[in-house]
């Protein structure tokens, strides 16, 4: 079976063993020792253990792999300066998807109205946190101290030190070009590195959806089917629909291929909520699966992972229309806009780990001058929605950055048409290496 078919089978698996586990804590005796052994010898044992070392591994793995992709990635475009075109078109396509995202779901949640008739809770309680003043925020993107940088994983001051030291490279000489090859080599084995930690994913997949499903209540969805599903539909179709026709329209390339390619990262996705987890994977599928250069893949999707979150924005759009309606506001024109504006902000400021878009929804909320307590209205389903709005975040992703690379000429056709490239991670090179050993 191939690598992402097992990935995919130990999702469901997971899925369905947690679901199970649910159920039996939910019918066996809590005072039985069975009780006690799935509880904490299964859930809160093996299966939250291996999870945890699961994300660990992966979350090891962003900030060495940033640093060395970026670098080559900077250091193979020579002196040109192509790198501002690429940075531009970048950006300003990160911008325009998140922009789109929060249009769709305020426009799906005004026209279905997912909040019209449901009761306030009495228990609703929730605390904003105070948001750091924009000028903090963009000085903060600067760092003081690499190495600061690196040890608390801030991307964005990681991302731009990187960018520094492989442009330096291009213009040092002799010097320049042996740590670039050095950098190079370090490339080969990081990527070495993703790759058998993707051999690896059935188990750590597994684990944390049985971990996850065994502990997640589906009870209050059905409160809030009308917001769940509400939202669940505007993920799909921003995610099948949206960034397919991009796709298409703006590299003529068939978006059926680039689905196809991402249900590896879909996987890890749903099953970390974390594109700042997933971000390996989706570099390594970027780059050796959709044939996005080293240049545009290095730069584009660690900045992706940081600052373009569709799906959170999405999130965000459909949630505020929802707590308006609750609280019977009618939100105005100005209001709406003002919605459009901060989503998009507060998109781009909510870091890549599980649940922080319901914190910054906080930011939005308070803006449109609506209760900031609406936030506890909607926590109890966010656990799943996160999971796949974190798929829609890591494909706007890689939407991105193959149209960037197609437009740049940096992208290879005949990686991205070949069904088989990078098929089985590492399995397939160490075949090959063995082949040819
Ligand atoms: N979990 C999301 C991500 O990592 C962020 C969020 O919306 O909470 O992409």
């Given at each position: 079976?191939?690598?992402?078919?097992?990935?995919?089978?130990?999702?469901?698996?997971?899925?369905?063993?947690?679901?199970?586990?649910?159920?039996?804590?939910?019918?066996?005796?809590?005072?039985?020792?069975?009780?006690?052994?799935?509880?904490?010898?299964?859930?809160l044992g093996l299966f939250d253990?291996?999870?945890?070392?699961?994300?660990?591994?992966?979350?090891?793995?962003?900030?060495?792999?940033?640093?060395?992709?970026?670098i080559c990635g900077m250091s193979?475009?020579?002196?040109?300066?192509?790198?501002?075109?690429?940075?531009?078109?970048?950006?300003?396509?990160?911008?325009?998807?998140?922009?789109?995202?929060?249009?769709?779901?305020?426009?799906?949640?005004?026209?279905?109205?997912?909040?019209?008739?449901?009761?306030?809770?009495?228990?609703?309680?929730?605390?904003?946190?105070?948001?750091?003043?924009?000028?903090?925020?963009?000085?903060?993107?600067?760092?003081?101290?690499?190495?600061?940088?690196?040890?608390?994983?801030?991307?964005?001051?990681?991302?731009?030190?990187?960018?520094?030291?492989?442009?330096?490279?291009?213009?040092?000489?002799?010097?320049?070009?042996?740590?670039?090859?050095?950098?190079?080599?370090?490339?080969?084995?990081?990527?070495?590195?993703?790759?058998?930690?993707?051999?690896?994913?059935?188990?750590?997949?597994?684990?944390?959806?049985?971990?996850?499903?065994?502990?997640?209540?589906?009870?209050?969805?059905?409160?809030?089917?009308?917001?769940?599903?509400?939202?669940?539909?505007?993920?799909?179709?921003?995610?099948?629909?949206?960034?397919?026709?991009?796709?298409?329209?703006?590299?003529?390339?068939?978006?059926?291929?680039?689905?196809?390619?991402?249900?590896?990262?879909?996987?890890?996705?749903?099953?970390?909520?974390?594109?700042?987890?997933?971000?390996?994977?989706?570099?390594?599928?970027?780059?050796?699966?959709?044939?996005?250069?080293?240049?545009?893949?290095?730069?584009?999707?660690?900045?992706?992972?940081?600052?373009?979150?569709?799906?959170?924005?999405?999130?965000?759009?459909?949630?505020?229309?929802?707590?308006?309606?609750?609280?019977?506001?009618?939100?105005?024109?100005?209001?709406?806009?003002?919605?459009?504006?901060?989503?998009?902000?507060?998109?781009?400021?909510?870091?890549?780990?599980?649940?922080?878009?319901?914190?910054?929804?906080?930011?939005?909320?308070?803006?449109?001058?609506?209760?900031?307590?609406?936030?506890?209205?909607?926590?109890?389903?966010?656990?799943?929605?996160?999971?796949?709005?974190?798929?829609?975040?890591?494909?706007?992703?890689?939407?991105?950055?193959?149209?960037?690379?197609?437009?740049?000429?940096?992208?290879?056709?005949?990686?991205?048409?070949?069904?088989?490239?990078?098929?089985?991670?590492?399995?397939?090179?160490?075949?090959?290496?063995?082949?040819?050993?």
């Amino acid at each position: 079976m191939s690598l992402t078919n097992r990935i995919l089978l130990a999702m469901v698996a997971g899925i369905a063993l947690g679901s199970c586990l649910e159920w039996l804590m939910g019918v066996i005796d809590p005072a039985a020792g069975l009780h006690a052994f799935i509880e904490n010898g299964l859930i809160l044992g093996l299966f939250d253990v291996v999870g945890r070392i699961f994300i660990a591994s992966l979350k090891l793995l962003v900030v060495p792999l940033v640093m060395v992709s970026l670098i080559c990635g900077m250091s193979s475009l020579g002196t040109s300066s192509r790198m501002g075109s690429i940075a531009g078109r970048t950006i300003g396509l990160y911008l325009l998807t998140t922009c789109v995202a929060v249009t769709l779901g305020l426009s799906a949640a005004l026209l279905i109205g997912p909040g019209t008739g449901v009761e306030v809770m009495a228990s609703a309680a929730y605390e904003a946190k105070a948001a750091p003043p924009l000028t903090d925020t963009l000085v903060n993107i600067f760092p003081s101290n690499p190495f600061k940088a690196m040890a608390e994983g801030q991307m964005l001051q990681v991302i731009v030190f990187a960018l520094l030291v492989g442009f330096a490279l291009t213009r040092a000489g002799e010097a320049g070009e042996r740590i670039a090859s050095w950098f190079r080599d370090m490339e080969v084995i990081v990527m070495k590195m993703v790759g058998i930690l993707i051999e690896l994913a059935p188990y750590g997949v597994f684990a944390l959806l049985t971990k996850l499903f065994a502990t997640m209540g589906f009870g209050t969805i059905v409160d809030l089917a009308a917001y769940f599903f509400t939202l669940l539909g505007v993920l799909l179709f921003h995610g099948l629909v949206v960034y397919t026709g991009l796709l298409k329209i703006l590299t003529g390339l068939n978006p059926g291929i680039l689905l196809q390619k991402m249900r590896r990262v879909w996987a890890f996705a749903f099953s970390t909520a974390s594109s700042g987890a997933t971000l390996p994977i989706t570099l390594r599928t970027v780059e050796k699966r959709l044939g996005v250069s080293k240049s545009v893949a290095g730069f584009s999707v660690p900045l992706g992972a940081t600052i373009n979150m569709d799906g959170t924005a999405i999130m965000q759009g459909v949630a505020t229309v929802f707590i308006a309606q609750v609280y019977g506001v009618d939100l105005t024109g100005g209001q709406l806009l003002m919605v459009v504006l901060t989503a998009t902000l507060a998109s781009i400021g909510t870091a890549a780990v599980p649940g922080v878009g319901l914190i910054t929804l906080a930011l939005v909320l308070q803006q449109a001058g609506l209760p900031v307590e609406g936030v506890a209205l909607i926590i109890g389903v966010d656990r799943f929605l996160d999971m796949v709005r974190t798929m829609v975040n890591v494909t706007g992703d890689a939407t991105v950055a193959t149209i960037v690379a197609h437009q740049e000429s940096e992208l290879d056709r005949a990686i991205y048409l070949d069904p088989n490239a990078d098929h089985d991670g590492d399995l397939e090179d160490s075949q090959t290496t063995g082949a040819a050993a």
